[in-house]
C-alpha cells in the first residue's frame, strides 16, 4: 500500500519519490510510512546523489491529517519523517504546486531545496485548528526567514503566493508552469555534489529584534483568550533561544497540550462541519450544476452593491439594475468603495480590482438582464414589491436563467408562484456586509430543483463563500435563531437589565457584538410602522424618538461622530418607563443569567429547526451562526457547544426561566444523546 501512495523513478542519478493520496495528499500514515522508507532507502542506494520530493494531484502535501487528531497516531510521526529527510546524506529537493499547507510546508523545511510553480500557494494553517506547526515548523521558519516574517506566516495562518515566498527566502527557485518535475530534477542534478548540504536545522538561533513584542503589541487584541497563536508565539520564542533540539522538544509539548485542549477540538469539529455544509450528494440523482457566466443583481441598495462586490471581486462580469439614476449612482458609488478597500487591504490586487471595476454593467432597463445566469434580487423587503419584479424577471431573463432572492424572511413559494419556473427560484440569502461574510444560505422552496441547488453550491465555492442549504421557513435558519434571541434579550431589558450589561456578557464571550450593538448597527427601525403616536413595543418607544440606530447618532446607545457608542441615559429612560407601563418589575439581573436566558434559547431554537427538516443536518445550524452571525469558533457554533454544556443543564435551566423547551432537545438530554450525535434522529 506504502509503495503505490509513494512512487519511485529513477532519473539518471535523481530518485523521484511521488506522493499520491488524494484528495489533497494529507499526511496520512500511509503517506509518512512510505516517505520514511523511501527517504531511508535512498540515503543507502549508491545509485541515487539526489532526491526530488513532488506530489501528484491538484496539490503539494496539504497538511497532516486532520482525521487523525485526537487520536493515538501510528509510528512513524511526520516529525521523524521531516527529520529523516532533514538529515539523509543526499540533497533532497520539494517540488511544490498547489497548496503546500502546514506539515506540508514543514516537510519542505525540512528539505534541502525548495522549488515552486508560479500558481502555488504556502501557507501555516494550523492555528486555525487551534494547534501550531508541530513537525518543526516554528523552529526551522524563524531560521529560514527570519522572527518577523515567521510569526506573521504562524499566527495570522494566511496563505502566501510564489512571489511573496521567493521574496522572503522560503523557496529558492521557481518553475515554469507545467515544469515543476523537470526543474526539480535539473535543481538536484545541480546540487548533488555540492556540500555542505544546507540544513535548516543546522543554523544558528534567530535573533528576535523584539519582534514578538512588536507584534503582541499590535494584536495582543485579536489573539488574547486564543490558546493556539499564543503557544506558536511562545514556540517561536524558543527557537530564538534554545538549541534546536529543545525547541523540537517545546514545540512538541506545546502541540500535544493544544491537541487535548477545547478550543482545538471546537476548531477541527468545525473544520469538517463546514466542509459537510458543501455535501449535497444526497440531492436528486443525476442532477448536476449549470455554468454561470453573468451574474444581474436587481437593487443597488447596500445589500445589492455588496453581494454585486461579492462576485465582481472573483472575476463574474455582473449586470447591476436599478430603477432611477440616482439609485444606481450610489450604488457604484458603493462598490467602487467596497473594491477599494479590498485593494487597500491588499484583499485584491491591482489588476483585479482594475479588472472588477470594468466588469460591472449598471442598467436603468430590466431587459439588459436577458443574458444573465442567475439573476438575484436586493430590493425591499415587501412580498408586493418582491413578487412584482419575479413577474418582470420571468419575462426578460431567458429561460434557464435561475432568480434568487436575497429575501432575510420572506416565503420563497410565494415569490416562485410569481414566475412560470418555480424550479428555478430559491433564496441566496447573503449576510451584511455581502462582500464580507462568509456565509450564504441556499434557500429551497418547495419545487426549486435539485440542479439550481447545486448551481447554487457551485457558484457559492467560487466566490468563496460557504453556503448552507436551509429550508424555506421564516428567518430560515440564521435569523430564526437571531430573532429568538432578540425577543429574550429584549425580555431581559424588560426586567431590568441594560442593554450595555448585555451586550458585555455577549462580547465577553466571544461574540463581535452584543444583541442591541447589533440592532443599532442593522437599524432600530427595520420593520417600523411608522407612526410615533402608536406605541405598542420598545421599538416603537425608541423610534418615536429618533433613536434608530448608528445612522441617527442613536439608539440602544449615543454615538460620537466616529460611530462609538456608549450608555444613553434617554434610551435607558425610555426603557424603564416602557417597562414600568408593561408593570413589570425591576430587579438586577447577573451575567450568568443573561447567558442563560439569551444562549440557551438559541439552542432550543436551532434543535426545532432541525427537528423540522429547515436544517438539513445539526451541524448547519452551527456553519451559519459562526459564519454569517460571529459566534466564536473556538467554539464550535451553539450546537457544539451545547453538547459540550450539557443538555440536562440547559433543559432545566430553560425550564427554570419558564422558558419553552423543544420537544427533539427535550428527548435527546433524557436519553443522554449529544445533539450532534449522527445516529439519532429526533
Ligand atoms: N486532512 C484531511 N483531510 C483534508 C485535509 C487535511 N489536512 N485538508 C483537506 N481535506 C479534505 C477535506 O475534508 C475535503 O474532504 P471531502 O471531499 O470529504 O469533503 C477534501 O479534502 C477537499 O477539501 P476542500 O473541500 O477544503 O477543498 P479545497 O480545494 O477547497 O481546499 C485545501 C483545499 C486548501 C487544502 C483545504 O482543504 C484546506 O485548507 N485544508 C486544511 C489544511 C490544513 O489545515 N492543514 C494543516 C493541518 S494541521 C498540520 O499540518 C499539523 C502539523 O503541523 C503537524
Same mark, same amino acid.
Given at each position: 500500500?506504502?509503495?503505490?501512495?509513494?512512487?519511485?523513478?529513477?532519473?539518471?542519478?535523481?530518485?523521484?519519490?511521488?506522493?499520491?493520496?488524494?484528495?489533497?495528499?494529507?499526511?496520512?500514515?500511509?503517506?509518512?510510512?512510505?516517505?520514511?522508507?523511501?527517504?531511508?532507502?535512498?540515503?543507502?542506494?549508491?545509485?541515487?546523489?539526489?532526491?526530488?520530493?513532488?506530489?501528484?494531484? *491538484?496539490?503539494?502535501?496539504?497538511?497532516?491529517?486532520?482525521?487523525?487528531?485526537?487520536?493515538?497516531?501510528?509510528?512513524?510521526?511526520?516529525?521523524?519523517?521531516?527529520?529523516?529527510?532533514?538529515?539523509?546524506?543526499?540533497?533532497?529537493?520539494?517540488?511544490?504546486?498547489?497548496?503546500?499547507?502546514?506539515?506540508?510546508?514543514?516537510?519542505?523545511?525540512?528539505?534541502?531545496?525548495?522549488?515552486?510553480?508560479?500558481?502555488?500557494?504556502?501557507?501555516?494553517?494550523?492555528?486555525?485548528?487551534?494547534?501550531?506547526?508541530?513537525?518543526?515548523?516554528?523552529?526551522?521558519?524563524?531560521?529560514?526567514?527570519?522572527?518577523?516574517?515567521?510569526?506573521?506566516?504562524?499566527?495570522?495562518?494566511?496563505?502566501?503566493?510564489?512571489?511573496?515566498?521567493?521574496?522572503?527566502?522560503?523557496?529558492?527557485?521557481?518553475?515554469?508552469?507545467?515544469?515543476?518535475?523537470?526543474?526539480?530534477?535539473?535543481?538536484?542534478?545541480?546540487?548533488?555534489?555540492?556540500?555542505?548540504?544546507?540544513?535548516?536545522?543546522?543554523?544558528?538561533?534567530?535573533?528576535?529584534?523584539?519582534?514578538?513584542?512588536?507584534?503582541?503589541?499590535?494584536?495582543?487584541?485579536?489573539?488574547?483568550?486564543?490558546?493556539?497563536?499564543?503557544?506558536?508565539?511562545?514556540?517561536?520564542?524558543?527557537?530564538?533561544?534554545?538549541?534546536?533540539?529543545?525547541?523540537?522538544?517545546?514545540?512538541?509539548?506545546?502541540?500535544?497540550?493544544?491537541?487535548?485542549?477545547?478550543?482545538?477540538?471546537?476548531?477541527?469539529?468545525?473544520?469538517?462541519?463546514?466542509?459537510?455544509?458543501?455535501?449535497?450528494?444526497?440531492?436528486?440523482?443525476?442532477?448536476?450544476?449549470?455554468?454561470?457566466?453573468?451574474?444581474?443583481?436587481?437593487?443597488?441598495?447596500?445589500?445589492?452593491?455588496?453581494?454585486?462586490?461579492?462576485?465582481?471581486?472573483?472575476?463574474?462580469?455582473?449586470?447591476?439594475?436599478?430603477?432611477?439614476?440616482?439609485?444606481?449612482?450610489?450604488?457604484?458609488?458603493?462598490?467602487?468603495?467596497?473594491?477599494?478597500?479590498?485593494?487597500?487591504?491588499?484583499?485584491? +490586487?491591482?489588476?483585479?480590482?482594475?479588472?472588477?471595476? %470594468?466588469?460591472?454593467?449598471?442598467?436603468?432597463?430590466?431587459?439588459?438582464?436577458?443574458?444573465?445566469?442567475?439573476?438575484?434580487?436586493?430590493?425591499?423587503?415587501?412580498?408586493?414589491?418582491?413578487?412584482?419584479?419575479?413577474?418582470?424577471?420571468?419575462?426578460?431573463?431567458?429561460?434557464?436563467?435561475?432568480?434568487?432572492?436575497?429575501?432575510?424572511?420572506?416565503?420563497?413559494?410565494? /415569490?416562485?408562484?410569481?414566475?412560470?419556473?418555480?424550479?428555478?427560484?430559491?433564496?441566496?440569502?447573503?449576510?451584511?456586509?455581502?462582500?464580507?461574510?462568509?456565509?450564504?444560505?441556499?434557500?429551497?422552496?418547495?419545487?426549486?430543483?435539485?440542479?439550481?441547488?447545486?448551481?447554487?453550491?457551485?457558484?457559492?465555492?467560487?466566490?468563496?463563500?460557504?453556503?448552507?442549504?436551509?429550508?424555506?421557513?421564516?428567518?430560515?435558519?440564521?435569523?430564526? /435563531?437571531?430573532?429568538?434571541?432578540?425577543?429574550?434579550?429584549?425580555?431581559?431589558?424588560? !426586567?431590568?437589565?441594560?442593554?450595555?450589561?448585555?451586550?458585555?456578557?455577549?462580547?465577553?464571550?466571544?461574540?463581535?457584538?452584543?444583541?442591541?450593538?447589533?440592532?443599532?448597527?442593522?437599524?432600530?427601525?427595520? +420593520?417600523?410602522? *411608522?407612526?410615533?403616536?402608536?406605541?405598542?413595543?420598545?421599538?416603537?418607544?425608541?423610534?418615536?424618538?429618533?433613536?434608530?440606530?448608528?445612522?441617527?447618532?442613536?439608539?440602544?446607545?449615543?454615538?460620537?461622530?466616529?460611530?462609538? +457608542?456608549?450608555?444613553?441615559?434617554?434610551?435607558?429612560?425610555?426603557?424603564?418607563?416602557? %417597562?414600568?407601563?408593561?408593570?413589570?418589575?425591576?430587579?438586577?439581573?447577573?451575567?450568568?443569567?443573561?447567558?442563560?436566558?439569551?444562549?440557551?434559547?438559541?439552542?432550543? !431554537?436551532?434543535?426545532? /429547526?432541525?427537528?423540522?427538516?429547515?436544517? *438539513?443536518?445539526?451541524?448547519?445550524?452551527?456553519?451559519?451562526?459562526?459564519?454569517?452571525?460571529?459566534?466564536?469558533?473556538?467554539?464550535?457554533?451553539?450546537?457544539?457547544?451545547?453538547?459540550?454544556?450539557?443538555?440536562?443543564?440547559?433543559?432545566?435551566?430553560?425550564?427554570?426561566?419558564?422558558?419553552?423547551?423543544?420537544?427533539?432537545?427535550?428527548?435527546?438530554?433524557?436519553?443522554?444523546?449529544?445533539?450532534?450525535?449522527?445516529?439519532?434522529?429526533?
Amino acid at each position: 500500500m506504502n509503495d503505490r501512495v509513494v512512487t519511485r523513478e529513477i532519473h539518471g542519478q535523481v530518485l523521484v519519490l511521488t506522493a499520491d493520496f488524494p484528495p489533497v495528499n494529507a499526511l496520512g500514515h500511509p503517506v509518512r510510512a512510505g516517505l520514511l522508507a523511501a527517504v531511508e532507502d535512498a540515503a543507502n542506494d549508491d545509485a541515487v546523489d539526489a532526491v526530488v520530493l513532488i506530489c501528484a494531484g *491538484r496539490t503539494f502535501f496539504a497538511g497532516a491529517d486532520i482525521s487523525e487528531f485526537g487520536k493515538p497516531r501510528a509510528e512513524p510521526t511526520l516529525s521523524r519523517v521531516c527529520a529523516a529527510i532533514e538529515a539523509c546524506p543526499k540533497p533532497v529537493v520539494a517540488a511544490m504546486h498547489g497548496t503546500a499547507l502546514g506539515g506540508g510546508l514543514e516537510i519542505a523545511l525540512a528539505c534541502h531545496y525548495r522549488i515552486a510553480v508560479p500558481s502555488a500557494r504556502f501557507g501555516l494553517p494550523e492555528v486555525k485548528i487551534g494547534l501550531l506547526p508541530g513537525a518543526g515548523g516554528t523552529q526551522r521558519l524563524p531560521r529560514l526567514i527570519g522572527v518577523a516574517t515567521a510569526i506573521e506566516l504562524i499566527v495570522s495562518a494566511e496563505q502566501i503566493g510564489e512571489n511573496r515566498a521567493a521574496s522572503i527566502g522560503l523557496i529558492d527557485r521557481t518553475a515554469d508552469e507545467g515544469k515543476l518535475l523537470q526543474g526539480a530534477i535539473d535543481l538536484a542534478s545541480e546540487k548533488a555534489y555540492v556540500r555542505p548540504i544546507p540544513r535548516i536545522c543546522e543554523r544558528a538561533n534567530p535573533t528576535d529584534g523584539g519582534a514578538i513584542e512588536r507584534f503582541v503589541a499590535a494584536n495582543g487584541r485579536k489573539i488574547r483568550g486564543l490558546d493556539a497563536p499564543n503557544a506558536a508565539l511562545r514556540a517561536v520564542r524558543a527557537a530564538t533561544e534554545l538549541e534546536f533540539g529543545d525547541g523540537l522538544l517545546l514545540e512538541r509539548r506545546l502541540f500535544t497540550e493544544l491537541e487535548a485542549g477545547e478550543q482545538s477540538g471546537a476548531l477541527r469539529y468545525f473544520f469538517n462541519a463546514e466542509r459537510g455544509a458543501g455535501r449535497v450528494d444526497d440531492l436528486a440523482q443525476g442532477a448536476a450544476a449549470l455554468p454561470v457566466r453573468k451574474i444581474g443583481i436587481v437593487g443597488a441598495g447596500t445589500m445589492g452593491a455588496g453581494i454585486a462586490t461579492a462576485f465582481l471581486s472573483s472575476g463574474f462580469p455582473v449586470v447591476l439594475y436599478e430603477l432611477n439614476r440616482d439609485a444606481l449612482d450610489r450604488g457604484l458609488q458603493v462598490v467602487r468603495g467596497n473594491l477599494s478597500r479590498a485593494a487597500a487591504s491588499s484583499r485584491l +490586487g491591482e489588476h483585479e480590482t482594475e479588472a472588477a471595476l %470594468a466588469a460591472v454593467t449598471p442598467v436603468l432597463e430590466p431587459e439588459a438582464l436577458g443574458d444573465c445566469d442567475v439573476v438575484i434580487e436586493a430590493a425591499f423587503e415587501l412580498m408586493e414589491i418582491k413578487r412584482k419584479i419575479f413577474g418582470m424577471l420571468d419575462r426578460v431573463a431567458k429561460p434557464e436563467a435561475i432568480l434568487a432572492t436575497n429575501t432575510s424572511y420572506l416565503d420563497i413559494d410565494e /415569490i416562485a408562484a410569481a414566475t412560470t419556473r418555480p424550479a428555478r427560484v430559491m433564496g441566496l440569502h447573503f449576510f451584511s456586509p455581502a462582500h464580507i461574510m462568509k456565509l450564504l444560505e441556499v434557500v429551497r422552496g418547495a419545487r426549486t430543483s435539485s440542479s439550481a441547488l447545486l448551481t447554487a453550491m457551485a457558484l457559492a465555492k467560487r466566490i468563496g463563500k460557504t453556503a448552507v442549504i436551509a429550508g424555506n421557513g421564516y428567518g430560515f435558519i440564521g435569523n430564526r /435563531i437571531l430573532a429568538r434571541r432578540r425577543t429574550e434579550a429584549l425580555n431581559l431589558l424588560m !426586567e431590568g437589565a441594560f442593554p450595555d450589561q448585555i451586550d458585555a456578557a455577549h462580547v465577553a464571550f466571544g461574540m463581535p457584538m452584543g444583541p442591541f450593538q447589533m440592532s443599532d448597527l442593522a437599524g432600530v427601525d427595520i +420593520g417600523w410602522h *411608522r407612526d410615533p403616536s402608536r406605541i405598542e413595543s420598545l421599538r416603537d418607544a425608541l423610534c418615536a424618538a429618533g433613536r434608530f440606530g448608528q445612522k441617527a447618532g442613536k439608539g440602544f446607545y449615543d454615538y460620537d461622530d466616529h460611530r462609538t +457608542g456608549s450608555p444613553s441615559r434617554e434610551a435607558q429612560a425610555i426603557i424603564r418607563d416602557y %417597562a414600568m407601563a408593561l408593570g413589570r418589575p425591576q430587579r438586577a439581573i447577573s451575567e450568568e443569567e443573561i447567558l442563560e436566558r439569551t444562549l440557551y434559547p438559541m439552542v432550543d !431554537e436551532g434543535a426545532r /429547526i432541525v427537528a423540522e427538516g429547515i436544517a *438539513r443536518k445539526t451541524s448547519d445550524v452551527d456553519v451559519v451562526w459562526v459564519r454569517g452571525f460571529g459566534w466564536p469558533i473556538y467554539r464550535g457554533g451553539p450546537m457544539y457547544w451545547a453538547d459540550h454544556v450539557g443538555l440536562k443543564k440547559i433543559v432545566s435551566r430553560l425550564r427554570h426561566y419558564g422558558l419553552d423547551v423543544a420537544p427533539s432537545l427535550e428527548a435527546r438530554a433524557e436519553s443522554g444523546r449529544s445533539l450532534l450525535d449522527p445516529a439519532a434522529s429526533g
